[in-house]
């Protein structure tokens, strides 16, 4: 029987399942769908991936059919593909003259699209449609013939209420009829039954390409740079990554997809094209400038078929290499001519003398000059990808006699380049200086140029480290700064003893030939490394290194001594200070290099989050993540920023699954310091979605990779009440206890311990509670609420006051359990923390139930210990076997103590227990 609904199922396609849900939720309601979006954006796979089976059962009737560009002129041939999927039986019912033209059209005759035909199809779509429901899609809609467009949107027009529904994908104009010049014009929302969603397919994320990717093998920090490049293109995408091993340039495959898509192109438009590859920064605004009158059509063609990308203001081509080869493919006049145009209509003096020296290969120390001064200019600005480009530029114009200066530039270039994130200028540069003569200081700051791209995963680079060490010989300067570069690998590799020395070496070093700025990075790491390490003396090094005039440190800013006194105000719970400090740096790094921005930002986020400024913490990090999109960084610290961001503000879902990818990046980098960040936000998360046992497995991995590197401070991750608390839920109550003493013992060396000394306190009190001590548990709450609340913290206060509600409720006193939780309802929703205050509400709700059964005499007891651990099995997924084999009990035990608990609990099924408890 014929269904009035259509309920296709998506397949797995991954980052597209909540589009595929808003087609199939919009196609069971019935009209179609129009799907637009650049060549490769996965507009296709989208369409493989809706269909009507359930299982192996067919519901329905699916005729597809894709244009051709080379096949456009041939008429009705779209029409025939999908009339060849038309039961036969239903083509031999139709009416002599309608049959005849639809036979005339499946055997390559060619028919004007007149009445017949058009009758022909209308009424094959309402027979199939009087069996079951059609979904007719349409692919590379764009290139579809007049004829199979004009009687396929004469039969969508009368179709009526018949269960028929289309998707139509291609590359589609909002308003452009389909064939602006055949005889007629059919706008593509003519070929699908209203009413008409239309959906832009979007690219895939960072996080999307990650998943992807890691079924191939490929590491996250791979994934986020192909990312980068294609601008989440999953077709571009997948061909950067099958060249993921290639060291060219532009790999073969991909310089071949370029010219693919290039062919598609007018000349004019591909002229338009060159000239965006020559400009440093291209807009549209800056082509009509240059004469361009029709740039915005162009780009917009050159968008359409995955060349490029466009916001309000820039133009990005996908892959950036895809500019060189554009560039290389036109002549060298052509090349000159457009550098001259491009020179007049630039408005930064900088961007001016890099167009007239292109437009130019003449050397000359005058024309260096003038291209070191601009390049300077650049970097003061903010520039500083442009101004790695001038010094070589520069380098290149330099004349052989002054080999010393063409080095110095060289330099430059590659240590700009460096922190503007432009491997390949780095590449070019440090290589450069490497084979040329030059002093030791010059050969290992291209040496850390290099390292530099390694990103997070800096400790793996041995070799350069090694040959930096060669390069250094016994010259304090290098040495100076080579020792503060291994400290920091070291630092992330989590050593913070053996990150001190190195620190505290280089500050020596460079103190003896005067060079203050590495002295204070270097003192300023010392400091941070002593403390992480617990030692009480740490707050020395920072003190010296602040009396240094500050340092000279474009785009270093996150190693600086005013980062660390911020990030220790956040550690000792000053957070007003800690924010005033990060505000006033971002006000300096707005323009700055991009990791020190995005450390900034993520400060920023940690900050208002603990404020309880939930919505400024989502905003930055946001902010952090569009950023680190754009610059091909590891991907782990900007999903730590994300994630932490999401728990207090946005979803936990998301956390988690920020928390999932951050963790494997990590440790694919040997990166301990995001590897502890994340799993600590992994324990959090997977605690909130009533996964207690996992998250003990998360939080466990801390501790064990911070004792054997002699990592001590718990305020630098504040993990162990988190990790006590998950003990306390899975029923192991001793190791908790003993989590909760060594704790304590190691916070009464540090200086500022009443944030950490609250949050174990609230820890303890879950402890007490499930020792059955719940009126000395509410007074180590009360006192934890006051701490918090005098610090500013509202988020800390609220959770203790839902652990409150909990042991209160516990205790049978639902008066007190209700206002516990009604005033941390009240605390999230005025912090804007959507994920506290749905936890809140929930509570809430159950609480008034849980009142209302009191009432009518059906008191329930608080569960015992070994009642609570098998409801915590029974929350995670196992089977009465599987906890009765892990408790040492009999399966007939389990069972008699589950009644128990439903009994207790007021409930019926293993599906509210977990419920239940994942709400608690």
Known sequence: MASSGISPRPRRVVGREPLLAQIQEHLSRGGGVLLSGPSGIGKTTLLNSLDFTTGTVTTGTVLRATAAED????????????????????????????????????????????????????????AMAAKAPVLVLLDDAQWIDVVSAEVIAYGVRRVGSAPVRAVVAGRLPETVPLDEDGPSAIPPAALTPGPV??????????????????????????????HA??????????????????????????????????????????????????????????????????????????????????????????????????????????????????????????????????ASADPGAAVARSLVLAAESAQRQGARDLAAELYLLAADRTPPEHQARRVQWLVAAAETAAVAARPELVRR????????????????????????????????????????????????????????????????????????ALSSRAATLARSVGDTSTEAMALATTALMKRLAGEPDFDEPLRLALALPPPDMDGWRHFSPVYVVARFAALDDRLDDARALYLGMLGVVERGAVEELINVLRGLAEVTGRMGRCRDAMDYAARAERVRGQARLSPAPGWHTSAMAELVGGSVTRALTYAERGVRASEQESDLVFLRRHLHLLGQALLRVGRPADAVSALRRI?????????????????????????????????????LAD???????????????????????????????GDTAVELLRGA?????????????????????????????????????????????????????????????????????????RTRGELTATEARIGALVAEGASNREIADRLFISVKTVEATLTRVYRKLGIRSRTQLAAHLRDD
Not at 72 to 90: D, F, K, N, T, Y
């Open 71 to 126: 096949e456009r002129w041939i008429s009705g041939g779209v029409l025939a593909g999908l009339l060849a999927q038309v039961p036969p039986e239903i083509v031999a019912a139709l009416p002599d003259d309608f049959r005849a033209a639809a036979t005339e059209v499946l055997t390559g005759r060619r028919d004007d699209g007149g009445m017949p035909l058009r009758h022909a199809w209308h009424l094959s779509l309402l």
């Open 743 to 773: 704790t304590r013992e190691r916070l009464a060396a540090v200086p500022e311990p009443a944030g950490v000394a609250a949050q174990l306190d609230r820890a303890e009190a879950s402890l007490l509670a499930a020792r059955g001590d």
């Open 703 to 739: 501790p064990e990779l911070e004792a054997p590197r002699g990592i001590r401070d718990p305020t630098m991750l504040r993990w162990h009440s988190d990790l006590a608390a998950a003990l306390v839920a899975v029923g192991d109550l001793d190791e908790a206890a003993a989590l």
């Open 429 to 500: 540069a440090a290589h450069a200086v490497l084979a040329a003569e030059a002093a030791p200081l010059q050969r290992v700051k291209a040496r850390m140029a290099l390292i530099h791209l390694a990103g997070q995963g800096v400790a793996a680079e041995r070799e350069l480290f090694a040959l930096a060490v060669v390069d250094a010989g016994d010259c304090p300067r290098s040495g100076g700064l080579l020792h503060l570069w291994r400290s920091w690998a070291a630092m992330i590799n989590g050593w913070p003893a053996e990150s001190s």
């Open 197 to 226: 969603l239309r959906l832009q397919v979007p690219p895939l994320t960072a996080g999307d390409l990650a998943d992807l990717f890691d079924a191939y093998g490929l590491p996250a920090r791979t994934a986020a740079a192909i």
């Open 785 to 857: 609420e006051a701490v918090f609340t005098a610090l500013g913290q509202p988020l800390e206060t609220g959770h203790c006051l839902l652990v409150r509600g909990r042991v209160e409720r516990g205790q049978r006193r639902y008066a007190a359990a209700r206002e516990s939780a009604r005033r941390a309802a009240a605390l999230f929703t005025a912090a804007e923390a959507h994920p506290w205050t749905e936890h809140a509400e929930r509570m809430l709700a159950r609480l008034a139930g849980a009142s209302a059964g009191a009432e009518a005499g």
């Open 229 to 358: 490049d294609s601008a989440g293109n999953p077709y571009l995408a997948l061909t950067l990554a099958g060249a993921a091993t290639d060291r060219e340039p532009l790999p073969p495959s991909v310089a071949l997809l370029v010219r693919e898509r290039l062919a598609q192109l007018t000349p004019t438009e591909r002229e338009t094209l060159l000239w965006c590859a020559l400009a440093s920064r291209p807009t549209v605004r800056l082509l009509h400038r240059a004469g361009r009158g029709d740039a915005a059509r162009d780009i917009a063609r050159a968008a359409e078929v995955g060349l490029v990308v466009t916001d309000a203001e820039n133009i990005r081509f996908t892959p950036p290499a895809a500019a060189t080869l554009i560039a290389d493919l036109a002549n060298a006049e052509d090349r000159a001519a457009a550098h001259t145009d491009l020179a007049a209509a630039v408005t930064f003096d900088a961007d001016r003398e890099r167009h007239r020296a292109l």
